[in-house]
């Protein structure tokens, strides 16, 4: 069992940075896959970035690539989305969320918003014009 908990959101204009992190629990960090995944209102939610255990392979939504990067620092417990650049549509409550199972980087496009073993609750980044 891993218990995530998400900071670093805000409010900032278009074009400004976040940095989120996302503090783990828990000795056995290192052997979780951590996502960030982002929900809008009305909207479902969806897959955002991936980091591997090793902390070296990285996947991205095509919506968020060459902007946002993701990193981990597994001796912190903790996973990080820098966010640069940002635009009104990148407003959204931003989770966290760990798989202890090894998936296809497409299983995480497609499946991983809800196939997620355990999730943080959130928080939330507004960017605005």
């Known amino acids: 069992q891993v218990q995530l908990a998400e900071s670093g959101g805000g409010s900032v204009q278009a074009g400004g940075s976040l940095r989120l992190s996302c503090a783990a629990s828990g000795r056995t960090f290192s052997s979780y896959d951590i996502g960030w995944f982002r929900q809008a209102p009305g909207k479902e939610r969806e897959f955002v970035a991936v980091i591997r255990r090793n902390g070296v392979t990285t996947y991205y939504a095509d919506s968020v690539k060459g902007r946002f990067t993701i990193s981990r620092d597994n001796a912190k417990n903790t996973v990080y989305l820098q966010m640069n650049s940002l635009r009104p549509e990148d407003s959204a409550v931003y989770y966290c969320?760990?798989?202890?199972?090894?998936?296809?980087?497409?299983?995480?496009?497609?499946?991983?918003?809800?196939?997620?073993?355990?999730w943080g609750k959130g928080t939330l980044v507004t960017a605005s014009s």
């Open positions: 969320a760990a798989s202890a199972a090894s998936y296809s980087a497409n299983w995480y496009y497609t499946s991983g918003s809800y196939g997620m073993d355990y």
